[in-house]
């Protein structure tokens, strides 16, 4: 048994979206604000925390059709109430819950067989956050908007003032957890369709008005589920607060974890058996002796208290007991210490410090791989946690699947450190004998923002959260999910080159705002400097900076297609002749064909120099209307240049990013000094007297230049500030940043918007 999938509605920025989760281990992965948060807290809240749940947990823009509901229900009589209760239950957070089952599962699950035809499969449940009353909350917010009219009614003064409840959601605001509660409703495994190919949205089916509710937890028999949240703090040695807890699942330090799970599974005291006689009659020992040893020491004490006349004939006499609890030895804060040097041989003693001392990472380490066996143990119940007995029987038993859910583990953690803990994770939530069989599951799903925990993942777990522009002005933006492990489809030598080359590089695209693909090393060096210098607005901006080659950048379409990520591709123009396609300067009305697979076959899907030369703004861009992105191809073209101060404007054509940058600093080339290709750059400059020699004197010296050389070279000249930035460069990053801008702008606009209307003034 397995949860195949969530269909999340009305939560936060997931307005409808669905989350296929795999049988082992999900990562979400996606740009900062893209919803994987949300998604985290739906689950913990709907699975877990139902009452945990508040105001703000509903997609903002919902407010406003709410508040309509509440202005008709001020104006219209009681015989809408059911009408309007129809609409309510579309916008308020919702979530799906799909659970994949076994032939011989099926005991577990039939109280949620959805018909005599079910023939095993799919199992689907529905968790509404819906009123309790709908009537009583109707007439309670009728009474409280009467009752503030009737005082405003009352008001002399001439200044206007409002008075709760403005409108619904203001009513709500106070009154929410009075009136809201989660139910569960059966659904048809027949109607589970996927999401809409055109925007990512996903369709749940729609419930019968009339559907009748499930009275108890629908899973309380099937699954535990553990979290651990994203903010997690760690003592330090100026730190006294040691027994703080987080209310995130996760402790301040190990120290604590050890003694909750000391008091779980091995306190002698509870439940004994024997196993812990040796434990307990050394307990029972070193209590004898301290009593033995208390009774001397206070004995000349007591004596004193006699002269004083007491104890009398008749008052009872003061004796001494003590009571020893284990627990006692692991409640400092120095119970956990790590051995740093071995044991030194002449003082017979070893070096250790406390864990305070030890460094961040590996306290975040231990801690929560440690957490993950409490939470494993927990569910097995080991120790003495199998021999408590609940007050409620079915709490005996042991669920079928456990789910834990672990946010952001990245914080604190070095780079080694993530990848260590999510390789070694799953295996310790399973490391338990009753875990080698089928009738037990763990599900383990982490969000993350390091490129270092998915680089160490397959594509097939990931599942990209991907910001959906608004196109409303009354709408906020909103994420849908992307399931990357058929983004590649049948291109499987694709998808292993892909994944090669990420695991080479970075897997930051997975949360970046934006994309930028370069041909080459100089571009990677140099183009960050441009940004840094020039694009003040971009610099602030998450951007993603791949070196792949302009030419192969087409490997990573259908990746940056899924994905929809503003692209620029910085690359070369790659001219040659047709027939036997040897590399050629650049030239007009040649025939000269562009041999760049990425020109031919993507942007702007054009092969013939001639025709690329002569492509306007708009025709290197490919605009994905449905998905409301584009991506730009920025490469070589014909540029006016100055071959002499006072000379007359030339046709310069740029083979490669080297040149073209020569080409823009000419006067600047003739005054650096350098060697390999600087030097001989200065050299051409001096020697050609033509444009037409000159650009072919740079495309000899740079099929034997060494590029990387060249780039830097200039990063270390003083020279660098004054480089100016070739125009198809700077076209392309122009055009990144006001993309970036203009889709800023119009989120807060509309969000601006729909806060507006929400607390609009009924």
């Known amino acids: 048994m397995h949860v195949e999938c969530v269909e999340i509605q009305n939560y936060r920025k997931l307005k409808s979206c669905q989350v296929e989760l795999t049988d082992k281990t999900t990562i979400f992965v996606g740009a900062n604000n893209s919803g994987k948060t949300s998604a985290m807290d739906a689950l913990i809240k709907f699975l877990d925390k139902k009452n945990k749940f508040t105001i703000n947990d509903f997609t903002l823009s919902n407010w406003i059709g709410i508040n309509k509901i509440g202005e008709k229900w001020m104006n219209n009589s009681e015989e809408i109430l059911n009408f309007l209760k129809e ?339 799953y295996d310790v939530l399973c490391n338990h004998e009753r875990l080698g069989n089928e009738f037990f599951k763990t599900q383990l799903i982490v969000s993350t923002h390091s490129g270092h925990i998915a680089h160490e993942m397959p594509f097939s777990s990931l599942r990209y959260f991907r910001k959906q522009p608004s196109t409303l002005n009354n709408e906020v933006p909103i994420s849908t999910v992307v399931n990357l492990s058929n983004v590649f489809g049948k291109e499987k030598e694709t998808e292993r080159f892909v994944t090669r080359y990420l695991q080479i590089v970075h897997f930051d695209l997975l949360f970046a705002d934006a994309v930028i693909i370069v041909e080459g090393p100089a571009e990677r060096m140099l183009i960050p400097h441009f940004i840094r210098k020039h694009f003040q607005v971009l610099n602030q901006k998450y951007i993603s900076l791949l070196e792949i080659g302009g030419s192969h950048a087409h490997t990573l379409r259908p990746l940056i297609e899924r994905l929809g990520l503003t692209s620029l591709i910085i690359t070369d123009l790659d001219s040659a002749e047709p027939i036997n396609n040897s590399a050629m300067p650049p030239l007009r009305n040649k025939n000269y064909i562009s041999v760049n697979d990425t020109l031919k076959s993507w942007v702007p899907c054009k092969t013939k120099i001639d025709d690329l030369f002569d492509l306007n703004f708009e025709e290197k861009i490919k605009r994905y209307k449905q998905d409301r992105f584009a991506i730009k191809v920025a490469y070589q073209y014909p540029i006016k240049i100055l071959m002499v101060p006072d000379g007359p404007e030339v046709e310069a054509l740029p083979y490669t990013f080297e040149d073209a940058l020569v080409f823009e600093n000419l006067s600047l080339f003739k005054n650096l000094k350098g060697t390999g290709l600087l030097k001989k750059f200065k050299n051409a400059i001096f020697e050609q007297k033509t444009i037409t020699d000159l650009g072919k004197q740079f495309f000899d010296d740079l099929r034997t230049g060494k590029k990387a050389e060249f780039a830097l070279q200039l990063i270390y000249l003083e020279e660098l500030k004054d480089l100016k930035v070739p125009k198809y460069i700077d076209e392309g990053l122009t055009w990144l940043e006001e993309q970036l801008q203009q889709r800023e702008s119009e989120n807060i606009d509309n969000q601006n918007t729909v806060e507006i209307l929400v607390e609009e003034v009924v």
Do not use: C
């Not at 937890?217 to 553990?226: A, Y």
């Not at 307990?283 to 000349?300: M, R, T």
């Open 87 to 425: 609409d309510l239950e579309k916008l308020v957070p919702t979530m799906d819950v799909w659970i994949k089952v076994t032939e011989n599962e099926v005991h577990y699950v039939t109280h949620l067989i959805p018909s005599l035809n079910w023939k095993g499969g799919l199992i689907g449940v529905r968790l509404r956050l819906e009123p309790k009353d709908i009537e009583y909350m109707y007439k309670d917010f009728i009474d409280s908007v009467n009752s503030a009219k009737e005082t405003l009614s009352a008001l002399k003064s001439t200044n206007s003032l409002s008075l709760w409840p403005r409108n619904l959601k203001d009513y709500l605001n106070k009154k929410f957890h009075s009136h809201f509660t989660v139910r569960a409703y059966i659904l048809d495994p027949e109607k589970l369709s996927t999401p809409d190919p055109n925007n990512g949205l996903a369709q749940p089916q729609t419930l019968p008005y009339d559907s009748d509710y499930i009275d108890e937890d629908p899973f309380k028999k099937l699954f535990l589920v553990h979290y651990i949240g994203a903010q997690r703090g760690f003592s330090d040695p100026t730190n006294t607060n040691e027994n703080d807890e987080s209310t995130n699942g996760i402790v301040g330090n190990l120290s604590t974890q050890l003694r909750k799970y000391y008091n779980l599974h091995l306190n002698p005291t509870e439940s004994p058996d024997p196993t812990d006689i040796d434990a307990l009659q050394a307990i029972e020992s070193a209590q004898d002796i301290f009593d033995s040893k208390l009774h001397k020491g206070f004995e000349n004490a007591l004596f004193e208290l006699q002269s004083l006349g007491y104890p009398g004939f008749s008052d009872p006499r003061i004796t001494i007991s003590t009571k020893f609890k284990p627990i006692d030895g692991l409640n400092h804060s120095s119970a956990v210490q790590f051995d740093l040097m071995p044991e030194n041989r002449q003082f017979n003693e070893h070096l250790r410090l406390p864990e305070q001392y030890n460094g961040l990472g590996y306290q975040n380490l231990i801690s929560i791989i440690f957490k993950m066996m409490q939470f494993r143990d927990e569910w097995m119940k080991v120790g003495k946690l199998s021999k408590i007995v609940p007050s409620n029987k079915d709490d005996f038993s042991i669920p079928p699947l456990h789910i834990v859910l672990v946010e952001e583990p990245e914080a604190h953690l070095h780079i080694q450190v993530q990848q260590v803990f999510i390789r070694h994770v």
